[in-house]
């Protein structure tokens, strides 16, 4: 029997471990963990193969993380420890377990990103299928609170960890100023920016920087997220630009830029994570929307700013606070880069998962 399976939700590159090697792209946490617990991963590639026209059917019917839950409980005698990669395999892989699964078990850990909304409580509340997740990984404590008190779960099995960043990809040695960006070269103007899709608001922010002397870039893409830009349909002052950025240009962005700005709706979830961590890795203070699931990074008046959310009046002058005074705004990057070594960053999150792992594998 083997230890650890871990699930992607996704397809692995076949490049990808090559890409990472000539420095194109940060390294993949699913990578390092496999690597920190000795796992085999299995992808959607892989679920496809190993479920054959079944899976197909499957993934027809409910989507391709349907057919990686359903490869998992296959192997399900072949492992210790079944660890998903986000409730979208975790909460069918526990249907499952619960009940089809017949004599002993894997220890199943779950990256629970979002368990409060209407279309995953009923999972929960009427399946019960927290019976057969045996440790919830969270990135926000707002999360651990409901998870705990909504389904009686004991604290210990709610475990509230960091998110993480590659701190050697996102960091300010690894720029060139011959790479820097052409539509931003010879910008007099202070630069500034916003990066991501998820839950961003950014109709506050255009409404903040309207007429300050300073060049806004917003980024408004992301990998995974499939919200709508808010950006779309609002008039955008003539400071601000909007594009799309590959890592290698987004890290050169942030590196150009005085500070970064991470303007959020008020949900409850970390939306707007990896831009946090991806700025304070390349030294840069970061002003961010204080809302019900954001505040565990930050440290307010040190690292960054927070700031209400949907406040256009206070997010200018935050703003204008940090451009007045760049030396407490360089200050706060300084910090922000110590605290990613020293507690936030892909190397350490995969240690401390690896830890609770191993407790399960000897449990």
């Known amino acids: ?13 076949p490049d990808l471990e090559a890409m990472i090697a000539r420095g194109e792209r940060p390294r993949a946490d699913y990578i390092v963990m496999a690597q920190a617990f000795a796992a085999d991963l299995m992808d959607y590639t892989a679920a496809r193969r190993a479920t054959g026209w079944l899976g197909k059917w499957l993934e027809k019917v409910a989507g391709p993380n349907l057919t990686l839950a359903w490869a998992s409980f296959q192997r399900r005698n072949q492992y210790h420890v079944i660890f998903t990669d986000g409730e979208q395999v975790g909460i069918p892989l526990a249907l499952l377990l619960k009940f089809f699964n017949r004599g002993p078990r894997p220890c199943h850990l779950m990256i629970s990103h979002l368990l409060s909304t209407a279309k995953k409580r009923p999972f929960f509340d009427w399946f019960g299928v927290q019976s057969h997740i045996d440790t919830f990984f969270v990135y926000a404590s707002w999360q651990k609170r409901f998870i705990e008190s909504r389904w009686h779960i004991a604290p210990e099995r709610v475990i509230l960890t960091s998110f993480m960043v590659d701190a050697d990809f996102f960091k300010a040695s690894q720029i060139q100023r011959a790479n820097a960006l052409p539509e931003l070269n010879g910008q007099r103007k202070p630069i500034i920016c916003a990066v991501g899709l998820e839950c961003r608001d950014y109709p506050t922010l255009m409404d903040a920087v309207q007429g300050l002397d300073v060049q806004v870039v917003v980024a408004a893409a992301s990998p995974w997220s499939k919200r709508a830009n808010t950006a779309a349909d609002h008039v955008i002052p003539e400071n601000v630009l909007l594009r799309s950025f590959n890592l290698f240009e987004l890290r050169q962005l942030y590196a150009m830029s005085q500070f970064v700005v991470v303007p959020l709706l008020d949900v409850n979830f970390q939306a707007g994570i990896t831009t946090i961590l991806e700025a304070m890795a390349m030294e840069k203070a970061v002003i961010c929307s204080r809302t ?46 110590l605290y990613i070594e020293q507690a936030i960053n892909l190397d350490l999150y995969a240690a401390r998962l690896h830890g609770i792992v191993r407790q399960a594998i000897a449990s």
């Open 1 to 13: 029997m083997n230890d650890v399976l871990l699930t992607v939700s996704g397809v692995i590159d």
């Open 292 to 337: 019900l699931g954001q505040t565990d990074v930050v440290v307010d008046g040190e690292t960054g700013i927070y700031v209400p959310p949907q406040d256009p009046v206070a997010l200018r002058a935050a703003i204008a606070s940090l451009l007045s005074d760049p030396r407490r705004a360089e200050r706060m990057g300084k910090k922000a880069r």
